[in-house]
């Protein structure tokens, strides 16, 4: 069972992972439809199923949450310290959004709750001034989500990803909050 709540959204709640949902996580994140596009090649065995939860998903400085529907985890949605390190990220108030949804759940608007949950959550919240995230270019639904929430392409890393036997782009968005809009 999840935890409680933490934000809620128009058809899913947003929890604090809990050691119990790890179980959830591996079986998703070992899934070619979830690792595959997120670029994250290694599988996940028991002990770097710990590992992950200890190390990356209860630090303080990021947040991740279990994107749930009726009770049920369905994905994972997180902000995290921007790769310029935190000293330069606490100055600049900007983090990462992240998510990914299991794949037997694509298509039914959940990602896209949670997403906007997080974003509003980031700005109204913990008072941040940025958000970005990193796309490769062969994953048109997560740009469209990104886009959809009012994200802009800011940059194109070139040929940086290597998906599926070919190399691909990683694109860049970013969303300022003055240039969010509350109501979607």
């Known amino acids: 069972m999840p935890g409680p709540v933490f934000l809620e ?3 899913v709640t947003l929890r604090p992972v809990e050691e119990e949902d790890m179980e959830f996580v591996q ?9 595959r596009p997120a670029l994250d090649v290694n599988p996940m065995n028991d002990n770097l ?22 009770d049920q985890p369905v994905g994972h ?32 608007g959940y990602g896209s709750d949670a997403a906007g949950r997080m974003v509003e959550y980031a700005f109204v919240d913990r ?14 639904a ?26 691909h782009d990683m694109l860049l968005y970013g969303l300022l909050r003055s240039e969010w809009r509350e109501d979607g």
Request: aromatic share 10%; charged share 25%.
């Open 27 to 35: 079986r998703v994140m070992n899934d070619p439809a979830v690792w």
């Open 142 to 167: 997560s740009a469209a989500l990104l886009e959809s929430l009012g994200f802009e392409h800011e940059g194109t890393q070139r040929e940086a990803a290597w998906y599926q036997g070919e190399y």
């Open 49 to 70: 199923t710990t590992e992950f939860f200890e190390t990356v998903l209860t630090t303080e400085e990021d947040v991740h949450c279990l994107v749930c529907q009726e």
């Open 77 to 108: 949605v997180s902000l995290s310290e921007s790769r310029y390190g935190p000293t330069e990220t606490s100055r600049a108030r900007s983090a990462e959004l992240a998510y990914w949804i299991a794949p037997e759940h694509h298509g039914e």
């Open 9 to 11: 959204g128009d058809t």
């Open 127 to 140: 008072n941040l001034r940025r958000l970005e995230a990193h796309v490769g270019g062969f994953n048109d």
